[in-house]
């Protein structure tokens, strides 16, 4: 999780999976991933966050003392980024940190762009909070589903082939007799005489 929010193209499911098969099988707390994730992320953000910080002012010193004079840029202040994160900039980073792609790229523009290092880490924290409680109870559910399937198909493929033979003739016969006796005709045939037997009685003659 450190490295995915440092900005590393990490695929954090597999890291979720992995955990949630630990904590299904007694190897750790669900209480010591939930908090391991939590910090990855937090301190993978915040040092995506400073080379962003350190990058900018690096890069206005160097510009201002060569590249300035040579390129003119357009300043990053008036860019689509800086703008959005600069109106949305406390709900952006909580948002980017419930999704894999936005968390890893979230961190180092807003260091970039300087905003508010406080409430960076407190959104980032909470983020990365709702992210891990999701995945993991995901995880832990998806594990337990697995292992329960594999289970039966360990119990099925112990099952002898005579007794494959005999449910596959079993099912057939039944899919057979669905078919031929579906309309149930000779029950309702009967049905209806039984009926008109016992409700039919002789008119009284007019005198």
Do not use: C
């Amino acid at each position: 999780m450190f490295a995915e929010s440092a900005g590393v193209p990490f695929v954090s499911v597999l890291v979720v999976l992995g955990a949630g098969n630990m904590i299904a099988s007694g190897k750790v707390t669900f209480l010591s991933a939930f908090i391991a994730s939590i910090l990855g992320i937090t301190l993978g953000s915040s040092f995506s966050y400073f080379l962003g910080f350190l990058g900018i002012r690096a890069g206005k010193k160097i510009n201002s003392l060569w590249l300035g004079k040579h390129i003119k840029k357009k300043p990053y202040h008036e860019s689509m980024v800086f703008k959005f994160l600069d109106r949305y900039g406390n709900f952006s980073i909580f948002l980017a940190q419930l999704f894999g792609t936005t968390r890893t790229f979230i961190s180092f523009p807003a260091g970039a762009l300087e905003l508010n290092i406080l409430r960076f880490l407190g959104y980032t924290a909470l983020g990365g909070a709702i992210f891990s409680l999701v995945a993991l109870l995901s995880s832990i559910i998806l594990n337990t589903v697995l292992r329960i399937f594999f289970q039966l198909v360990h119990v099925l493929v112990q099952v002898s082939p005579i007794a494959w033979l005999g449910a596959a003739g079993g099912l057939l016969f039944f899919y057979w007799a669905w078919l031929h006796y579906r309309n149930f005709s000779f029950l309702k045939k009967n049905y209806h005489h039984k009926k008109g037997e016992a409700g039919s009685f002789p008119r009284r003659r007019r005198e």
